[in-house]
């Protein structure tokens, strides 16, 4: 094909030169159109923000034995801030006592003990432990020597049953947890999302 050909003799579609892709678009404009929505489409459905249980203002009844033993009933403030570096929720315990939480970001990880598949989490530090909840149990032993440093929010499927389990690792460490192998696993709860 010879580059400087000049084509402003030629026709196309009764109009003067026109590039191939113009002609390909007027002949397929159908096709083009179904396909810019389809990539605007799923570049739009990624930057949907994320909602989790976790981030609603609501109570949790316990489900798990260690819940319902040692935390009883949950209550979370709320936050519409998903893995937002420094965004605030409270988490109220059955017998009353209050934590402030802050985020320090979310992963995904394996952060389930029971399932090697990654899970969305978002790890929170503890604005202090909490000290005896039930029974005079506490999260990570004693508060004076073992203190609960951090708490992972995550969604745990449940077999059998369509509504997730709003899981919670608790961890002892200074150093903010990787992912559920991380030091200093205090213990793991899960609550009811009914």
């Known amino acids: 094909m010879d580059v400087d050909a000049d084509y402003s003799d030629r026709v196309f579609f009764g109009e003067p030169w026109i590039s191939e892709m113009t002609i390909l678009q007027r002949r397929y404009s159908v096709a083009f159109t179904i396909a810019a929505c389809l990539v605007c489409g799923s570049v739009l459905a990624q930057s949907a923000t994320e909602h989790h249980v976790w981030q609603d203002k609501r109570k949790f009844e316990p489900y798990s034995s260690t819940a319902k033993s040692i935390t009883g009933a949950i209550r979370l403030s709320g936050t519409p801030d998903f893995a937002t570096p420094g965004s605030k929720m409270a988490m109220t315990f059955g017998n009353g006592k209050k934590v402030g939480l802050t985020s320090v970001g979310a992963s995904w990880r394996q952060w389930d003990e029971t399932d090697d598949k990654k899970a969305t989490a978002e790890v929170f530090k503890l604005s202090r432990d909490p000290g005896a909840l039930r029974n ?41 947890p990787h992912d559920i192998n991380s030091q200093s696993l205090c213990g793991t709860f899960s609550y009811s999302t009914d």
């Open 136 to 176: 005079g149990n506490t999260l990570c032993g004693d508060p004076k020597s073992d203190s609960a440093q951090y708490v992972v929010f995550l969604e745990r499927s449940t077999f059998g049953d369509s509504s997730p389990l709003l899981g919670m690792a608790v961890f002892g460490s200074k150093e903010v």
